[in-house]
């Protein structure tokens, strides 16, 4: 997220870059990475390495590619007409990444209030058992302990409460960062970015003991059924995207510190505080419906 405002005002043409190969190494280096996974999903001979490589492969392109965005940003090279494009392809990115969890929002909602009662009504009326016997219909849909049934849900009051309150700080905090720039107070704007990325890092950190305790204690895993499988993508997929955020966050505080972007050119600044919003409106959804309701 590299990209900036017009740095020249002179500069009224659409940018045309380069050739490049760096999207069709990218392309190899992420099929590499499929192949990897498939070989650990299903058990194959070829083990963890094609995983790694093409993980190395890929974050090593996509720091190059980036690192060239940066240096065409901030040599004057983008016009009016390229912010546009940047500003359009961030809010279509966050769009979709919207649907992306409402799909899954909408997979919790079906089970709760549609499949659930469902299953229970048929029980009621005699036509059969049609998971095991004695089902009842409410949740989470504790089940019989061979099929993972028997575990606790995870109380919205321990960590997962610290946790909202880190991600409802980092909005603050990154807010704060962006008016810091925009009245040119660099060393102000460079603290609070560094703020955000450390209350980013406690939140992984609080999620993986989330995660620990969960397994250990409470035996709440991906196989305790329904509930344990939209627990687990809901939270491992806003987790995956607080990691991306705060390496997302990390790069440009050190763009920052290098002397990039400028009070009235930084939308690669903007376009990483957008998405972190993001991230955090998703997970007060998340508190709501996965840990309170």
Known sequence: MASQAQSNPANT??????????PFALTLGLAIVILGVWSLLEDKSLGPIPFYLGGAIAV?????????VARESESGAYGKQVDMTYRMAMAWFIFSEVMFFAAFFGALYYTRTISVPWLGGENAKGVANLLWEGYEASWPTNGPSALGGTFETMSAWGLPFINTVLLL???????????????????ACIVWMWATVLLGVVFLFCQVEEYVHAYQELNLTL????????????????????TLGTLML????????????KPDSHFGFEGVAWYWHFVDVVWVGLFIFVYIL
Request: with cysteine; glycine share 12%; net charge positive.
């Open 13 to 22: 043409r659409y940018f045309v870059p380069d050739p490049s190969a760096w």
């Open 223 to 242: 196989g305790s059924g329904v509930y344990g499988s939209t627990f687990f993508m809901l939270t491992g997929f806003h987790g995956m995207h607080v």
């Open 60 to 68: 090593f392109i996509i720091f190059r590619w980036f690192q060239g």
């Open 169 to 187: 700080t980092s909005g603050i905090t990154i807010t704060m960062a962006h008016h810091a720039l925009k009245e040119n107070q660099r060393t």
């Open 250 to 261: 990390f790069v440009i505080t050190c763009r920052l510190m290098k002397g990039h972007f």
